[in-house]
Structure formats: C-alpha cells, structure tokens
C-alpha cells in the first residue's frame, strides 16, 4: 500500500481498501477507506466478523460485482438497510479526497445523525448518559469504547440475519510479566466475547488447550495473538495500563494463571 495512505490508519479501525488501486483509478474513483469505528456505533464485531468478514486484512476477494450480489459490504448496503453501493460513490471511495477528514475526526461527528441511524437499524444508542455531552476518546484520540459500554450508551447489534446464535465464556487467564514491576494482565473471555465470537480467535489465532500459544509482548508488537486487534481495530498497545492492570497479589477468583 502506498505510504500516501498510511495516515489514514493511524486512527484505530481505519482500513484502506487499495489493493486494486489501479483499476479504481482507471475507473475515476479513489480507494475506499472502511472505518470499522464508525460502524461501531451500530454492530459489534461479531455480528460482521467471521460470517460475512474473515477477521484478516486479507481474507477474502472484496469486489464491487460481489458486493453487488449481497457479498461483503452487500450485507448491509443494499439500498434498504443502508445506501446501496451502486450510488453514493464517494461515501466510500474518498481516500486523498476533500471530505476525507470526516474518516478520522473523531471529534467532528454528528451525535443527532448517530441516533437515528440507530434508531432505524435497531441498536441502542442513548446518548443523554455521554458523560458532558460528548463522546469519550482515549489519550491517543480513538473512542474509548469501553467507557461507552459501562456507560451503557451504546448497545450494538449483535449479529445479522441468518447469522449463529450468540455466546459468550466467562474464562479468565492472568498472564504474569517476566519483566519485574509490570503489572499482571487478566484476560477477560467475557468481556471480548461480549465483542467478537470464539472463532474469530481460536484455532487460528489462538491455541484452545492452555499455554498452547506462545503469547509474547514481541509477538503482539509485530501483529500476532492481541495484536492481531489491538493497534489496528482495537486500542492502541501503548495503552499499557488497560491490560497491565492486576498487581501481582491480586488474583481474580477462579482465574487460571499462565506463567
């Protein structure tokens, strides 16, 4: 991808489609910038990931003809539940285009129009408990999420039609630090299976049997285990204390510990 675009993904959850940058070009149109965060507001992970979206930036042949046929984006954009994607071109394929910004401000953004879209799509969005009245974003400038969860402002849809029926684990795992000093990370199967599904981690990303992965801070940096999210789609890995956060004599109640 050329490094034009790179600044566009610095906002967690920006995703610009410019594999067939050429073709795009040649037929007049930008490529697309896809911010998963601004379809947050309305649809947890799970309800796209991994029916009709393989959670890898690569999986899966996106193209307009398959879109067309209900594929993909097609899910959704279909002229009924959302704008079709044979109108409204440049909602979508506004890379290096005035009106980009509207891509990565999070700080200029309709609340009103987020309501009703809710409202019509039928997820929850209660926007007189945003503490101040305003969305809540983290020091790095992405929406703290979770703020808006335990808030309960916000209630996503879940899955889409014709998708699996819902679960969730209650599993805890506390990975202890080999670094003196660094807190312990409990890693909470309930609050991200509230977000994603099990398949979306296991087998591929994750081994099922405990200690089964080799789960290293090296690792997470270069994209695999919790970095195949966090820093991209989820919150950034610099964001230490939101995952370093049990001291080392607290451990939660029924918790397996991985050393």
Request: with cysteine.
């Amino acid at each position: 991808m050329a490094d034009r675009w790179l600044a566009y993904e610095k906002l967690s959850g920006n995703i610009v489609m410019a594999s067939g940058e050429a073709a795009q070009a040649a037929a007049g149109l930008a490529p697309v910038i896809f911010p998963h965060w601004r379809h947050g507001f309305y649809y947890d992970c799970k309800a796209c990931h991994d029916g009709v979206f393989k959670m890898r930036r690569t999986a899966g042949t996106i193209t307009h003809e398959a879109i067309a046929r209900g594929e993909f984006c097609g899910r959704c954009h279909n002229g009924e539940l959302s704008f079709a994607s044979d109108k409204d071109c440049a909602k979508c394929h506004v890379a290096g285009l005035p009106g980009s910004e509207r891509m990565t401000d999070t700080t200029n953004i309709g609340l009103d129009e987020i309501k009703e879209t809710a409202k019509r799509l039928g997820s929850g969005w209660y926007q007189s408990r945003l503490e101040k009245g305003v969305l809540p974003l983290d020091r790095f400038g992405d929406i703290d999420w979770e703020a808006l969860r335990e808030d309960e402002v916000w209630k996503p849809i879940k899955k889409l039609d014709g998708e699996g029926a819902d679960e969730t684990r209650q599993t805890v795992i506390v990975f202890k630090p080999t670094v003196p000093g660094v807190k312990q990370v409990a890693f909470d199967h309930a609050h991200h299976t509230a977000q994603i599904r099990c398949e979306s981690c296991h087998q591929e990303i994750f081994e099922k049997a405990a200690g089964g992965s080799p789960v290293s801070m090296d690792a997470i940096a270069s994209g695999r285990f919790c970095g195949t999210c966090h820093g991209k789609t989820a919150f950034k890995l610099a964001g230490c204390s939101r995952c370093h956060s049990i001291e080392p004599d607290r451990i939660p109640a029924g918790a397996l510990v991985r050393e």
